[in-house]
């Protein structure tokens, strides 16, 4: 009777057990999916500058300001686009993108040198791969929490994998080839976990902060202020001006004036003009400050172009300079190229670590299913439908956020009829191989002698190298 009862107890079945651990397994497996994909996109959106130049090779470049084309450009824009706006702006090549652009909420114009309006800027692909990275293409309010929640979960990962292997700083510099590709796996995850650990690290706080600072100002707000969120906002971000003005056009030719003379080492990334035709309109400009991590500093002046005050980023409380510094902190921003290739190569580790992670878990398995496809497909499917919606974007104008979810999706259907692992993940790298040099080849049938300019050569010599690289290693990998 006794052993009756405890069979039919539902609890102590193994079925039970068995499909826990197979939830288990699947949670492991789609957290580890999106852990992936935030590192990859994260690693490209490294070069978002790079690659908006890429989309558009054609745009004239320059690295010099002129004042009265500026100014000329704002009124030709405001006369073109009268529609209503909240913000208008013009970026400067100090932004580190050698062009001009005046734009408001809606649109953006290139500037031509005389001042008159160019081409309408477009970068679907860059601004896709970005919206990845940061929202995983769900709303924004929503797609920031989400990210960064992952950004926690990476820090936490860290620390548990340097607790749960003591010998991981003694194996970070073994590397075993052959047999099943366990070893490797291994040899590689730990190498690239401790090597990179601190900058791992970092872009986990940074990334998680971006998402979660709705929480914190939350808890400060409780903790110091009684509740009140915009007294914690106006500590960490100087408020903005309180004006009543008669309306005009802005003067910010006068305003450029003011910051060479009395900030003549500062680059300006760009200007912001705030409630335009409107009393209350002010002129915002985001200053680069040479060896400084912190953003910008900020300068802000009145309709007619007269100085307000500086918003105190560069010498402000530590606070406020640690918090206007994240950005270039997760993004790589602060040393030029060299910054970026470091970030790159660091990203492309932490993204490795995600792979190999479950590389390791699947080898240890003592079951093959369906997963054993359906990762490697994620892993390597993942790079070859980004490239294919980059080609597609060359000629066509597609939903380039669906594209890519319902190309995975595809994906993973084809792979679940596959019979060979190995093989197929050799299929899935000369795909890549193929599309990328289909990608190049079309971009430069497409833009002509524009294929040949610095902001285009500067990414496909790399696309293409890598495609060769990709090719040579598979047809060694399928040979038998």
Request: with cysteine.
């Amino acid at each position: 009777m006794k052993n009756s009862d405890q069979s039919a107890n539902p609890v102590n079945t193994p079925s039970i057990s068995k499909r826990s651990l197979s939830a288990h397994a699947w949670l492991g497996l789609f957290v580890s999916a999106f852990m992936y994909i935030i590192c990859l996109s994260g690693t490209l959106a490294v070069f978002h500058q790079e690659l908006e130049r890429w989309e558009q090779p054609q745009i004239p470049e320059t690295t010099e300001v002129d004042i009265q084309a500026i100014d000329k450009a704002y009124d030709n824009f405001v006369a073109a686009y009268p529609e209503e706006t909240e913000h208008m702006y013009v970026v400067f090549p100090g932004s580190g993108i050698p062009r001009v652009v005046v734009e408001n909420d809606h649109v953006a114009h290139f500037v031509n040198p005389d001042g008159s309006l160019g081409e309408v800027e477009q970068s679907n692909w860059t601004k896709m791969l970005v919206d990845l990275h940061l929202y995983l293409h769900l709303p924004k309010s929503f797609g920031m929490i989400v990210v960064s929640a992952f950004g926690a979960l990476l820090c936490a990962l860290i620390l548990s994998g340097f607790l749960a292997h003591p010998r991981i700083i003694k194996d970070a510099f073994r590397f075993r080839r052959g047999g099943t590709g366990l070893q490797e796996n291994i040899d590689l995850h730990n190498r690239f976990s401790v090597w990179a650990a601190p900058f791992h690290i970092m872009i986990g706080v940074t990334g998680a902060y971006f998402g979660l600072t709705t929480v914190l100002i939350g808890l400060a707000s409780q903790a110091f202020y009684g509740g009140g969120n915009q007294a914690v906002m106006d500590a960490l971000f100087t408020p903005e001006p309180v004006l009543e003005q008669p309306l005009q056009r802005p003067q910010i030719g006068r305003a450029m004036e003011y910051i060479s003379q009395h900030n003549p080492e500062g680059s300006p990334l760009f200007l912001t003009v705030h409630e335009p035709d409107t009393p209350g309109q002010f002129i915002e400009f985001f200053v680069k400050q040479p060896g400084r991590l912190i953003y910008s500093e900020n300068y802000r002046f009145d309709v007619q172009g007269n100085f307000i005050e500086t918003a105190g980023y560069r010498d402000g409380e530590t606070a406020k300079q640690v918090i206007y510094s994240m950005y270039r902190l997760h993004f790589g921003e602060f040393a030029g190229n060299a910054s970026k290739l470091l970030y790159f190569v660091l990203g492309m580790m932490l993204t490795v670590v995600s792979a190999t992670g479950i590389n390791i878990w699947l080898n240890k398995r003592k079951t093959t299913d369906v997963i054993n496809l359906w990762w490697p497909t994620f892993v390597w499917g993942t790079p070859l439908i980004l490239s294919v919606s980059a080609l597609l974007n060359l000629f066509i104008h597609v939903r380039l956020d669906l594209f890519i979810w319902l190309g995975l999706v595809v994906a993973l259907a084809i792979a679940a009829r596959q019979q060979n692992v190995q093989l197929w993940v050799v299929r899935l790298k000369q795909a890549l191989a193929v599309s990328l040099l289909a990608l190049v080849a079309a971009y430069t049938a497409k833009s002509g002698i524009a294929a040949f300019n610095i902001a285009a050569l500067q990414l496909n010599i790399p696309l293409a190298l890598f495609a060769i690289y990709l090719l040579l290693k598979g047809g060694r990998q399928a040979r038998p």
